[in-house]
């Protein structure tokens, strides 16, 4: 009688490690993997050095996440020979591109399954190969699996109180330097009552604070349902009992005057949000194919404040675009001044395989794309400290996730704007919320004391 897998995996005692590098998609995707593992009867391990299988989850969005995984996958070369038994698995976006995907296979002949964002429900098969019938698996599907299928996933989720759910899959916009649309395919949005019940459910168990995923979260339900984003937005502020709600990411040309309505309206919708510009410059703009022009996204950014007062903005800004000038550089830095953002991430362009703009004329030497990114970060940390600082005497409502870095008296969590506050208190307040008052403004956080209930 053959034996099956969660028996074998059960006798053996085997243990998991996964390691995950991108976006909040990509940890979500893990909390997904480790659902899985966890039903097979794996367990999970504390160190990657005393698992049996080690996952990479991969990102492929700049080149040095690439290079990262390709250095942190040979470095298991001495530990894959130590212990024959080692399974290393590999997946995630960067598996989607057949020739990485391949070299990987071809690199390290101790990686013995390869797959991709859209099979990752049959990883219990995957394991039955590698373990049971000692094969190497490469299984990358190009197409988006159907709604149906993921429903089923179960998911290991982090500790409470925070959790993400994932609202949407793909990208339909082909910004010209993202290779987002080609490896997680086409668009397509979860039902709007999967979405509740799935959120419900969290509210029951203790979760707090709910982020609503997907890598453009304002066309969601477009051509599939009635309901758009806004409307989903006020489903699951009215009709969860979550506490907190946040999402991302916004695609600026996408949100809607209900939107913004929406945020307003109900307390448990953050006031925060997150509007990639990528450029200041309109014609650089253009070229990225991003659908609105400095003054439209300038225009949203000030709406936004206007309707909803105290809102923190964040955003996405590349540097060294294909033809990006002196003055188009110059462009971004005074919009990033205009509007004030509370954080920013910033990126230098790094041309990414198929994708139009890595054939455009006009690429801008390392040397320039250095120096304007290290312009670029001293301006936004000067501005995220005047806006911290803006902080200083107020009252806020913080959600505490943990004990905090740097003092294990201390204890941490984030306002309703997101920004991360470290205070003197004891670790049963963790999971749920404390009001403080904030006494100092550090660069990047805020220092504050917890005030009696
Ligand atoms: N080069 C640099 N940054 C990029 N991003 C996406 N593609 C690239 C690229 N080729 C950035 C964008 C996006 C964020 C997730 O990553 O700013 O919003
Ligand atoms: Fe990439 Fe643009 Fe889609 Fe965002 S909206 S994932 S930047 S193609």
Not at 83 to 94: D, N, P, T, Y
Not at 308 to 323: E, H, R, S, W
Not at 386 to 412: F, M
């Amino acid at each position: 009688m053959t034996q099956s897998l969660y028996e074998y995996v059960q006798t053996h005692g085997l243990k998991y490690y996964i390691e995950t590098y991108g976006c909040q998609m990509n940890e979500h995707d893990s909390e997904k993997l480790a659902g899985i593992l966890q039903a097979v009867g794996y367990q999970r391990a504390e160190e990657m050095q005393e698992a049996d299988l080690i996952l990479f989850n991969t990102c492929c969005v700049r080149d040095h996440a690439e290079k990262k995984v390709f250095g942190n996958i040979g470095a298991l070369k001495p530990l894959s020979l130590r212990k024959k038994s080692l399974i290393v698995a590999v997946c995630g976006c960067m598996m989607q591109q057949q020739d990485v995907a391949e070299k990987l296979m071809k690199t390290f002949p101790f990686v013995k399954i390869v797959f991709g964002t859209n099979n990752m429900n049959e990883l219990p098969s995957m394991l039955y190969a590698a373990l049971m019938q000692k094969e190497r698996v490469l299984n990358v599907r190009q197409s988006s699996i159907s709604s149906s299928v993921i429903e089923d996933v179960p998911m290991q989720r982090k500790e409470r109180p925070l959790a993400t759910v994932n609202i949407m899959q793909g990208c339909n916009n082909f910004c010209t330097y993202c290779i987002v649309p080609y490896v997680r395919g086409r668009e397509w949005s979860r039902a709007p009552e999967d979405i509740l019940a799935e959120i419900r459910g969290l509210a029951q168990e203790g979760y707090q604070e709910v982020m609503l995923l997907g890598q453009n979260v304002n066309s969601y339900g477009k051509g599939t349902g009635d309901v758009d984003f806004a409307g989903l937005l006020e489903r699951v502020a009215t009709q969860t009992g979550i506490a907190r709600i946040r999402f991302m990411t916004s695609h600026p040309k996408d949100i809607s005057e209900r939107l913004l309505e929406q945020m307003a309206k109900h307390d448990n919708i953050c006031k925060q949000l997150h509007l990639p510009v990528q450029s200041g410059s309109s014609r650089i703009l253009q070229r990225m194919n991003r659908g609105y022009s400095r003054e439209e996204y300038l225009a949203l950014a000030h709406r936004a404040r206007q309707m909803i007062p105290g809102i923190a903005l964040t955003t996405d800004i590349i540097v060294g675009f294909p033809g990006e000038s002196q003055e188009d550089y110059e462009q971004t830095l005074s919009l990033v001044r205009e509007v004030g953002y509370d954080a920013a991430f910033t990126f230098v362009y790094s041309p990414r395989n198929g994708t139009p703009a890595a054939s455009f004329p006009e690429q801008i030497p390392e040397e320039i794309k250095q120096q304007r990114i290290v312009r670029l970060v001293e301006l936004q940390g000067e501005l995220t400290y005047q806006s911290n600082l803006a902080y200083v005497g107020k009252k806020e409502r913080v959600l505490i996730e943990g004990v905090s870095r740097r003092d294990e008296q201390s204890i941490c969590g984030r306002t309703d704007s997101g920004k991360m506050v470290n205070m003197p208190g004891p670790k049963e307040k963790i999971g749920g919320f404390v009001w403080a008052e904030i006494l100092e403004a550090k660069r990047t956080t805020l220092l504050g004391r917890m005030l009696d209930d």
